[in-house]
């Protein structure tokens, strides 16, 4: 067997893993052997491509040292990654994994980029020569469309992918110029003349297959055009972004694989794009909301009823000892958390909570929303990191039949997913979206620092329901102060 | 200069498959690899969302393979420079992207007091 053909064979194991990785993050257990597999698979990739035609005759021309110069930028990498996923703190995992995905996305621009670079050069041997140019013709060693197409889109879609993972970092750090949403009205004329620019150039390099200029202008396009597109998207959207970028990732990744024509990236660039396109998709259902309106809407503006109207004299707000003795009567709760929670870190303080009414024999339980906090599953990592077992954790259609028979719902910082409008009000912004139908226990508590609106900017008619108490306290404190009178009374 | 290109590229002809061929080959695999992942996330649940998103990320640092090509031939300056850097990144996001699973994911197995 000739070695390329040994080196196709390690990369069909590496994909074969990378499959098997997907299908075992069915269960929390599982999910550790699959990220093993994968990890495996990477490392089999990685030293079947130090075999390939290219890097062995390289070796032989300028001995070992292009593989000494690849394992050093191996090592420089992988340090760096590996001090940042020890270090980063667990509730800053959407910035980290928007920032490693723009990494990723980077890279594949620059594989794309050096390629480019590497056919110019090669190209540039032959010098003018016609004989040689045209026996290269003939045999169709010329840059074809399709493959200079997939340059094209490498380039842009890693660019895109790397700045548009820069901003929502920037966003979910919170830092201060990224705060507010862009909301200029030009915006979208912007985008789309941006756009146009980039089809533009990707005709030109079609045209000029060898032109490096070219290349890294439709790099700078994107690059600007990664900002624009995701400078607009508010916070509560975030879900959606880091999906979409996940997904762009591993596309940039599988047009890479076009472009230097290796299976291996193309198989796993297309996972990652598949698994990143299905998770886009989950989060705006679950905001019954379309893509493009994610993208490019921004919520509409119809005026619904104010918080005046819907707020006037009807909101209880009570104190933590009347909380607690309608909690010490009650023999099932279930505990609905949203972003806020993790705002106030308040996830060991519910731990708290929780013991404390289980030791008098409650069942505690936890309703989890789909797009609750700022990435796919966020509530469900800053609870287990409170060492909540993952068995309470219920999903939304699991425990939604649940809340009838359900004695007390607390509510810690989430706000639009438990809006009974949603499903009573066909003019709410929010109709039709998916909610928690908490409002069916038999009494609510929510707390929360106001009674200000969440993301979608409309009053909450749960907040003055006959059923509801109000706990006006940051989340954390708010649950210490539970606890602590539970533990009193 | 010819006589010696000549032999080269006549080599690398002898060698490659004409470009269309090799083109819905990849394409073959790009399609039918989408539709697996399809059939096989659509299965994850949602409490393990994050992780999965974070694993596939990992994954995605796939392009270090490119890097090694690109960079380990040595073919020009500029472009063993920029394989180099691709190197850094993607292998930052392989490691950084496994690693945080891997931590995320040890905090859902239950733990003895």
């Known amino acids: 067997m000739s070695s390329q053909a040994w080196i196709n064979l390690a990369y069909l194991a590496t994909s074969m893993l990378f499959i098997l990785a997907f299908k075992l993050m069915t269960g929390p257990r599982t999910a550790v052997k699959g990220n093993y597999l994968g990890a495996a698979g990477m490392a089999i990739a990685l030293i079947a491509a130090g075999f390939e035609q290219d890097v062995v005759g390289s070796v032989a021309r300028n001995g070992s040292w292009p593989l000494v110069m690849l394992g050093l930028a191996g090592l420089i990498g992988g340090g760096i990654g590996a001090v940042m996923a020890l270090r980063y703190p667990m509730t800053g995992m959407p910035q980290m994994v928007a920032l490693l995905n723009g990494l990723g996305g980077a890279a594949s621009t620059l594989v794309a980029g050096a390629e480019l670079w590497n056919t110019q050069s090669k190209s540039m041997l032959t010098g003018g020569d016609q004989e040689a140019i045209a026996v290269a013709a003939a045999a169709n060693l010329a840059p074809w469309t399709q493959f200079v197409i997939a340059t094209a889109l490498t380039g842009l879609i890693g660019a895109v992918t790397f700045w548009g993972s820069f901003v929502a970092f920037a966003k979910l750090e919170e830092l201060p110029r990224f705060k507010k949403a862009w909301t200029d009205p030009n915006r979208h004329w912007i985008n789309l003349g941006l756009a146009l620019v980039t089809l533009l150039l990707i005709w030109g390099l079609c045209a000029n297959p060898q032109s490096v200029a070219l290349y890294w202008l439709l790099v700078i396009v994107g690059s600007i055009l990664g900002c624009t597109l995701t400078m607009p998207i508010g916070g509560a959207d975030m879900p959606v972004v880091i999906c979409l970028l996940n997904s762009y990732s591993g596309l940039a990744a599988a047009a890479a694989g076009f472009v230097i024509d290796n299976p291996v990236l193309v198989i796993a660039g297309s996972l990652v794009g598949a698994s990143g396109l299905i998770l886009t998709a989950i989060m705006c259902q679950a905001m019954n909301r379309s893509l493009v309106g994610v993208l490019f809407g921004g919520l509409g503006t119809t005026t619904v009823a104010t918080g005046d109207d819907v707020y006037a004299g009807k909101v209880k707000s009570a104190s933590a000892e009347e909380i607690a003795m309608v909690l010490e009567g009650a023999s099932r709760v279930v505990i609905v958390p949203g972003y806020g929670l993790a705002v106030a870190q308040a996830q060991h303080a519910v731990r708290e909570l929780a013991n404390a009414l289980e030791k008098r024999g409650t069942t505690v339980e936890y309703a989890i929303h789909p797009v609750a906090g700022r990435m796919p599953g966020h509530m469900n990592v800053l609870l287990a990191e409170a060492d909540i077992p993952y068995e309470k954790l219920r999903e939304m259609d699991d425990i939604n039949p649940t809340f009838p028979e359900t004695d007390v719902a607390i509510v810690i910082g989430a706000n639009d997913v438990v809006n009974p409008a949603a499903r009573t009000d066909p003019q709410s912004p929010i109709a039709g979206m998916p909610i928690l139908d908490v409002d069916k226990a038999k009494t609510v508590v929510v707390v929360k620092r106001s009674l200000s609106p969440g993301f979608a900017g409309i009053p909450n008619p749960l907040f003055a329901a006959d059923n509801t108490l109000m706990y006006f306290a940051d989340g954390k404190k708010a649950v210490l102060d539970l606890t602590a009178a539970i533990q009193r009374g | ?113």
């Open chain 2, 1 to 113: 200069m010819t006589t010696l290109v000549l032999p080269l590229l006549l080599a690398d002809a002898i060698a490659a498959e004409d470009p269309a061929t090799r083109f819905i080959r990849l394409l073959t695999v790009f399609l039918l690899a989408m539709w697996v992942g399809f059939e096989v996330i659509t299965k994850v649940p949602q409490r393990l969302h994050t992780p999965l998103t974070s694993g596939s990320n990992a994954i995605s640092g796939i392009t270090a393979v490119g890097a090694i090509v690109v960079a380990g031939a040595l073919t020009s300056g500029v472009g063993t420079v920029l394989g180099f850097l691709a190197m850094v990144l993607a292998m930052i996001n392989v490691v950084g992207g496994f690693v945080v699973t891997h931590r995320m994911l040890a905090m859902f197995q239950p733990r003895k007091k």
